[in-house]
Each structure stands twice: as C-alpha cells, then as structure tokens.
C-alpha cells in the first residue's frame, strides 16, 4: 500500500457514502444500492459480502438480490445519523458504525421494528469510496 492517510475529506466521503446508501435503502432504490456497493476488476475476487446472524450473503450480485427481496416488502432503514462513527482502517479502508432501526415484514404490513449497530467496511476503488461489507448486530 502507498503511503496514503485516510483524511477529514475520506471521512466525510465515506459518510456521504452511507447516507446515500441509507437514501437508497429508504426509497427502495435497487439501482441506487448497486452504486454504493464495491465491484470487482475482472477476474478478481468479490469483495461484497452482507453477514447477518440469520444468513449471509457472498457477492455482489447476491447482496443485490437480498435487498430486492427485502424492498419487496416493508423495509425502513433508519440510522441514528448523529451516532454515526468513521473509523479508518488504512488510507484505502474505514469502519461504519450507525446505530440504527429496521422494519421488516410482508408487503403492505407495519413490519417489525428492531435496532441494530450496522457496521460496515467501505474501500477506496477507483470509481472512489464503496461498501464492501455490511454486518447488521442486534442491538438487543
């Protein structure tokens, strides 16, 4: 790795980063989750992974698919903005910290309301800063 810090701007990049993912999550935005996730040169290995206690997800495309099914249903992401942590890694990686409440349930229902500390890992590419990987903890 080169000698890069991560800076003041990667980390408001990084945030910028999370709240369009949340946006996307919010609006239900297939196409706006695949922009925030990482891809791959051809050939190398996917980084994008989502780990849950209930399953997991390896791949990009099958991250994809989870949340077209999820935003099926009743979905809300709704992090606690003012909790978010960045905390780098290196100059090219940071952890995502956001306490954050998800509903969940069958299209047309309220949904279920649960809070988790959503951490996830976003690398420096190319194409600039994206996620790579999502770890939803159950808060309680």
């Given at each position: 790795m080169a000698d890069r810090f991560f800076t003041d701007d990667d980390e408001a990049q990084v945030l910028a980063l999370f709240l369009r993912q949340a946006e996307a999550e919010r609006a239900h935005d297939l196409a706006a989750m695949g922009e925030v996730l990482a891809r791959c040169e051809p050939g190398a290995p996917d980084p994008v992974n989502?780990?849950?206690r209930a399953y997991r997800f390896w791949g990009r495309e099958a991250v994809l698919e989870h949340f077209r099914t999820v935003f099926a249903g009743t979905w809300r992401f709704e992090p606690e903005v003012d909790?978010?942590?960045i905390v780098p890694i290196?100059?090219?990686a940071a952890h995502v910290?956001?306490?954050t409440r998800?509903?969940?349930g069958p299209a047309g229902s309220e949904g279920t309301s649960y809070s988790f500390l959503v951490n996830e890992f976003a690398v420096r590419t190319p194409a600039?800063?994206?996620i790579a990987a999502i770890?939803?903890?159950p808060a309680q």
């Open positions: 989502f780990v849950a909790q978010i942590r290196s100059g090219d910290f956001a306490p998800i509903t969940v600039g800063w994206r770890v939803p903890v």
